[in-house]
């Protein structure tokens, strides 16, 4: 028993987090193919099985992942801990409350790290809810150093694809957070239609067939690219397209958008000349973000632009005046008969009587 113990814990698929794990066995009931339902305590595990005792504190035995059933990623282990701990940050992430639910879900996937190893775990869900978490409050540091840690990578092993394709975005914001912009671009280029090379007359890369809100992402991220190459056209026009495809359905993206727009628009040297283009588009922006999401809001130097524009409009085209009646026309001249003509039409006529007898 020892020997495989022992050769479980030096498995290369061994979660590392181990080391930070507060709970030693957590209470546990697995259906086994072969054994029926029994119930007892999980004290560690990794990619090929767990060690479970049924007795509190005893010696524990190595189970296998395939004695029990399930197929795949849906193994049929109910862990009694899992609804009780799980319901205070679940509680405060619905409430917004990004940063308590964050420091929650990480004591959870921090106490829990003896289940990282098993199929839909709620330690490596905890983890997973963590990040985001993290995201939402805008730790984007933090969230880089979790997304790079060793536990990180049961997310992808031990969740359903459903968790995957969120965590590909979460590694997004990752290198971001890490202002690897070098990075950040080459790895949303797997999320762009390829360009042409010749008669291209598009400024940047369209997305690929996408659900608008993951679109929003990208664009936000490619702008924050694009801003930090010193491209503030098209950093810009990512912005407006991330701000108008969240507005109505993610609040922190569409503020986040906004928020480097103005940023762009607050840096404008035309801003600063006066410019009532520049001061329109400035304050346009700036009055739509207060109608959303309140001035309060807005850092204190956009506040001063939460006004709606004043936009010159054209002057109307001036009323043409009544045209005055036109003269009558002058008569004709009635035409002069031709004497020559009525002379020979007379001798005509003449000729033509007949002769009296």
Do not use: C
């Not at 004290?43 to 296998?64: K, Y």
């Not at 197929?71 to 992430?93: C, M, T, W, Y």
């Not at 906004?258 to 410019?275: F, N, T, W």
Request: proline letters at 6%.
């Amino acid at each position: 028993m020892k020997k495989i113990f022992h050769t479980l814990l030096l498995s290369g698929a061994f979660v590392p987090s181990l080391l930070f794990a507060q709970i030693k066995e957590t209470a546990a009931v697995l259906s086994l193919v072969e054994g029926g339902n029994p119930q007892g305590f999980v004290q560690n595990s990794n990619d090929e099985g767990l060690i479970f005792s049924t007795s509190q504190g005893g010696a524990g035995q190595l189970v296998p992942y395939s004695k029990i059933k399930g197929d795949g990623l849906n193994k049929q282990i109910r862990f009694a801990d899992r609804n009780e701990v799980l319901a205070a940050p679940r509680a405060q992430f619905s409430a917004g409350s990004y940063a308590e639910a964050a420091e929650g879900f990480g004591k959870v996937a921090r106490d829990y790290a003896i289940l990282l190893g098993i199929p839909q775990n709620f330690a490596t869900e905890a983890l997973f809810y963590q990040i985001e978490s993290l995201k939402r409050a805008g730790s984007y540091g933090a969230l880089a150093a979790l997304v790079n840690s060793p536990a990180a990578a049961s997310i992808e092993k031990k969740l359903t694809e459903s968790f995957g394709k969120t965590f590909a975005h979460q590694k997004l914001w990752a290198l971001y957070g890490a202002n690897d912009f070098a990075g950040l671009k080459k790895a949303l280029e797997s999320y762009q239609e390829p360009v042409p090379a010749e008669g291209n007359p598009l400024k940047t890369a369209n997305f690929k067939p996408l659900p608008t809100s993951e679109v929003a992402e990208l664009a936000f991220l490619r702008g924050k690219v694009f801003d930090s190459e010193g491209d503030k056209d098209n950093a810009l026009e990512d912005f407006y397209r991330s701000f108008t495809l969240a507005y109505g359905n993610d609040v922190l993206l569409a503020k986040l958008s906004m928020g480097a727009a103005m940023v762009i628009h607050k840096s404008d040297p035309q801003l600063e000349k006066g410019s009532k283009t520049a001061l329109n588009e400035m304050q346009s922006l700036a009055y739509l973000f207060s109608v959303r999401f309140g001035k309060e809001t807005m850092l204190a130097d956009f506040q001063q632009y939460a006004v709606r524009p004043v936009v010159p409009r054209p002057a109307p085209a001036p009323e043409a005046k009544e045209a005055a009646p036109a003269p009558a026309a002058a008569p004709a001249p009635e035409a002069k008969p031709d004497a020559k003509k009525e002379d020979a039409g007379k001798e005509k006529a003449k000729a033509e009587e007949p002769k009296k007898e």
